[in-house]
């Protein structure tokens, strides 16, 4: 069976969000809810959805999502049972009505072609539900290495309400505790695949929401988004390069220069950075970047 798990801090959008749920046509899923001792409490919403689908709701007394916001989805993940695929949904995204039903439709087939890693359609909508996207489909059977390529020449978007994975597998590997969890998703779904076939399910939609209570919408957290940044294109590029061909691993040096470049007064990324040029792996682009680099410190 599917769980859902919503990893609750902020009240202003989850009753959407549990109205959708709500809504679906099969009712064979589980949610589970770990409230991030948010401020705002849900129980008078959870009480109106209390005999519309199965759920089990925790309170945590810690906050953890200030700190790390992994370790927040990571507890609210170890609340699942027997479930066998498992989806993180956020407290102000949306589900189409056969969201569920679809997962089903498609299972046996994914089930034959040994898929860990299933993704959703998906659209962008405001606060106000309005779209502001139109909708991202994908190819319904896409190695995740092409799926990055597209990723980062801007061909499409991501996020991670608009996926599922293998319980089994997302446990053992984990998401890696990047700040802020930038990029932690993606690189969930590169390493969950193995860097292998991602199904897609075109025919429902998922909806993410782009608001200013979104994280990616926050310019205060600019530098922890720059150092998830770099950490995300060091790691691809130190344990994982053998899983990209040679256009893709120009991407993520492009990336991770870029980054680099942003950063360039801050001495750990100066270490990584070097470090990883010069241990013979990347020499000659090292060599060549350094004009860009001057450049770049001359302007300032």
């Not at 099969?26 to 849900?42: H, M, Q, R």
């Not at 659209?123 to 190695?143: A, C, F, Q, R, S």
Request: hydrophobic share 40%; with cysteine.
């Amino acid at each position: 069976m599917l769980a859902i798990v919503i990893p609750y801090f902020k009240i202003t959008f989850f009753e959407a969000t549990l109205n959708a749920l709500a809504n679906q046509t099969s009712k064979k899923f589980k949610v589970y809810i770990g409230n991030d001792a948010s401020p705002e409490s849900p129980l008078y919403l959870l009480e109106k959805f209390k005999n519309k689908f199965d759920f089990d709701y925790k309170a945590f007394d810690k906050n953890l999502g200030s700190i790390s916001l992994v370790q927040q989805w990571e507890r609210c993940m170890n609340l699942v049972q027997e479930e066998e695929w498992l989806m993180i949904l956020g407290d102000d995204d949306l589900v189409e009505p056969d969201f569920v039903a679809c997962f089903y439709d498609n299972l046996e087939e994914i089930e034959n072609l040994k898929i860990n890693v299933i993704r959703y359609a998906t659209i962008v909508i405001d606060e106000n539900g309005n779209k502001v996207t139109p909708v991202y489909e994908h190819p319904k059977l896409e190695k995740a290495t092409d799926f990055y390529q597209r990723k980062f020449t801007n061909l499409t978007r991501s996020s991670l309400s608009e996926y599922i994975f293998r319980k089994e597998i997302l446990i053992k590997i984990k998401f890696k505790d990047f700040p802020l969890a930038w990029y932690a998703d993606l690189l969930a779904v590169l390493e969950v695949s193995f860097f292998n076939i991602i199904f897609t399910i075109n025919e429902s939609v998922v909806s993410f929401r782009h608001s200013n209570l979104n994280i990616s919408s926050d310019s205060k957290s600019h530098k922890r988004k720059n150092l998830a940044a770099f950490e995300f294109y060091y790691y691809l590029l130190k344990k994982k390069r053998q899983h990209f061909n040679y256009f893709q691993r120009d991407l993520i040096l492009i990336s991770l220069e870029k980054t680099f470049l942003d950063n360039k007064k801050n001495i750990y990324f100066w270490r990584r950075f070097s470090g990883l040029y010069l241990s013979g792996l990347y020499l000659k682009k090292y060599v060549l970047f350094m004009p860009k680099l001057i450049k770049s410190i001359l302007k300032k």
